[in-house]
């Protein structure tokens, strides 16, 4: 989109040439475009049981190991659980993580051998208790959601304690980053104590499937990846100017003429799919549906919906953003988010509002007219507001919240209280942030974290390094901010780069808004990030390398 084209695109650009060349001229040699990390760094030897992302809040290891025997070893529900056997969500988790811990290991049929020279004390089982009365099995995970657990693992069996079951997936991630495998093909796992729950309640991810479409697999794969990560929210920028692949139930030739083609689409039953494997990993699903402007592909199947631009006196032949002054807009958009906000059960619809082109409104008399019957005399930003009023309106009417792009607030539309502002413009965010919390609404930061950016390097270290909280305000402002989101744009994006491209690098901003502000050493995190890619790769993730190394499970004719 152009949000990767505009002017700072360009400058980046610019620098960026002569640094490649640089780079790629000495491309045996350490980088030259940053400094080289420490040689401690990447030579420090790492054992994989150092591998825990993002790191807890409360951590107290022992010296002490116990051993798991794949085949005796199991999770199970706890006495005194308000979850049992008939909780999907759980039972679904307990098979998915043992795979993790022992699926891809040669060994795991043989559980009920003796353990060879090892004389560790045997870890039998882990217990999960959800201590809360309902424990949300059945139900979407949201905004409020209790994430936090408590993992204790001492012979001979491990308790991880959960409000919800959404901190109990949580718990299990981080129970499984607990367990290694030794060089003789021994489970093992260090007695521990963990006390953990996250810094911010929203850790987004934004995945752009307009301009690429991604098949439903890559998007399946990345949730897998995020709960990796402990990420909880898809924000899902589904359509744009490029393409529309949603498929409408009450609109089937929004998709029909304006997806890519009829097989570039998301059925009624993908999204479903989309949304229900987001469930079972406690990962909320926000679709975007961003008006008035970045619409060319709504324009190609719902006719008189986009403004037509003129050039002079006579129509161009080319479209602009939604037109604002027609009712039959409106009516539109009423049935088209009635629909959304049944399809997608997230308490949040985002409603997008950014970079919207003011030229053909201002070419077109009608509009020209409209403005002045309504004393908006010249200025478009009144009319953006005007139009995104009426659709704030008409998504509150369905009992939904919504999340926008920070524009809408800088235009000073008039917003619902909990309405959540996405700030993504990279200059001066901070000062932005203060606005947004300091007129009272809820933020989230994307500005440091649009992936879609690259550079020679380790760029990780760029997105560990922001502090969100570090803008001027009161206490009760930075309440206000509930977290961010990393952005990978799709301009340069499809199905065959998206892992590689986000994880790790994404990983860098998961750990931010997860761990506490203290977690902070570049080198401690350098350690535990590159033991951490090796076992994205062990569970099928194809996140690309931090630097020079090597994956211990790696083997010739893999
Ligand atoms: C786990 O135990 C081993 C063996 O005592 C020890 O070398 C290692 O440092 C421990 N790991 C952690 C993270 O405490
Ligand atoms: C559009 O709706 C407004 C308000 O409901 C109404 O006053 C106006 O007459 C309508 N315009 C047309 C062209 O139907
Ligand atoms: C931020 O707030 C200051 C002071 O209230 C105001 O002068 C400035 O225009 C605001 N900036 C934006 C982008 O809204
Ligand atoms: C916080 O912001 C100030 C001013 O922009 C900057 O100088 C400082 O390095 C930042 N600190 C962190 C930890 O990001
Ligand atoms: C961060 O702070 C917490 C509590 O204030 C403390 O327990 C922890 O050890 C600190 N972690 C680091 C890495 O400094």
């Not at 953003?321 to 988010?337: A, E, R």
């Not at 609404?441 to 879609?452: E, S």
């Amino acid at each position: 989109m152009s949000r990767a084209m505009g002017l700072a695109g360009l400058l980046v650009g610019l620098f960026l040439v002569p640094a490649v060349l640089v780079s790629t001229s000495f491309r045996h040699d350490a980088p030259r475009t940053e400094p080289a990390p420490e040689p401690a760094e990447w030579e420090s030897p790492s054992g994989p049981e150092d591998s825990l992302w993002p790191l807890p809040q409360g951590l107290r290891t022992s010296g002490r190991q116990l051993q798991l025997a794949p085949g005796r070893f199991q999770l199970v529900h706890g006495a005194g659980s308000s979850a049992g056997p008939r909780c999907g969500l759980l039972q679904d988790a307990f098979r998915r993580y043992y795979e993790y811990m022992f699926g891809q290991s040669r060994r795991r049929n043989w559980g009920y051998r003796p353990f060879g020279p090892r004389a560790e004390p045997e870890l039998s089982y882990l217990q999960v208790v959800i201590e809360s009365r309902d424990p949300g099995c059945d139900s979407h995970p949201h905004l409020g959601s209790s994430e936090a657990y408590q993992l204790t693992v001492i012979a001979p069996v491990a308790t991880l304690k959960a409000d919800e079951v959404w901190g109990a997936l949580r718990g299990l991630e981080t129970f499984s980053q607990l367990v290694h495998e030794d060089d003789y093909g021994s489970f093992l796992v260090n007695e521990s104590e963990i006390y953990d729950f996250p810094r911010f309640a929203h850790r987004g991810i934004l995945l752009d499937t307009s301009r690429h479409y991604l098949p439903l697999k890559s998007i399946l794969t990345n949730l897998d990846a995020m709960a990796f990560n402990k990420f909880n929210v898809l924000h899902w920028h589904i359509v744009d100017d490029q393409s529309f692949p949603y498929q409408s139930i009450c609109f089937p030739e929004l998709s029909g003429k304006g997806a890519y083609s009829y097989n570039h689409i998301y059925t009624p039953a993908d999204v479903r799919l989309v949304i229900e494997y987001a469930r079972l990993r406690g990962i909320r699903v926000i679709p975007e549906f961003d008006t008035p402007g970045h619409t060319q592909s709504w324009g190609k199947g719902q006719k008189d919906l986009l403004t037509p631009c003129y050039n002079g006196e006579k129509p161009s032949g080319s479209f602009g953003p939604v037109n604002p002054i027609l009712n039959t807009t409106y009516d539109f958009m009423t049935k088209f988010f009635k629909e959304i906000s049944d399809v997608f059960p997230d308490a949040y619809i985002h409603l997008g509002g950014d970079e919207v082109d003011f030229n053909c409104w201002k070419s077109n008399p009608e509009v020209q007219e409209f403005m002045k019957k309504q004393g908006l005399g010249s200025d478009y930003a009144k009319l953006e507001s005007y139009y995104i009023q009426k659709i704030l309106d008409i998504v509150s009417s369905y009992n939904k919240g919504y999340m926008v792009w920070q524009e809408v607030f800088d235009n000073k539309a008039k917003l619902k209280p909990d309405t959540v502002v996405e700030v993504w413009m990279e200059r001066n965010y901070a000062y932005e942030l203060s606005n947004v919390t300091g007129a009272g609404f809820t933020a989230i930061l994307a500005a440091p974290w649009y992936l879609d950016y690259i550079s020679y390097g380790q760029d990780w270290r760029k997105y560990y390094s922001v502090e969100p909280l570090n803008f001027s305000g009161s206490e009760k402002q930075k309440k206000l901010l509930i977290g961010g989101e990393a952005c990978l744009w799709g301009e340069f994006v499809d199905a065959t780069n998206l892992t590689p491209r986000l994880w790790p690098r994404a990983s860098a901003v998961g750990e931010r808004l997860w761990s506490s502000r203290n977690v902070t050493n570049l080198q401690d995190a350098y350690r535990r990030l590159t033991n951490h890619r090796c076992r994205m790769l062990r569970r099928g993730i194809a996140a690309e390398p931090v630097f020079v190394g090597y994956c211990a499970h790696e083997a010739r004719g893999q």
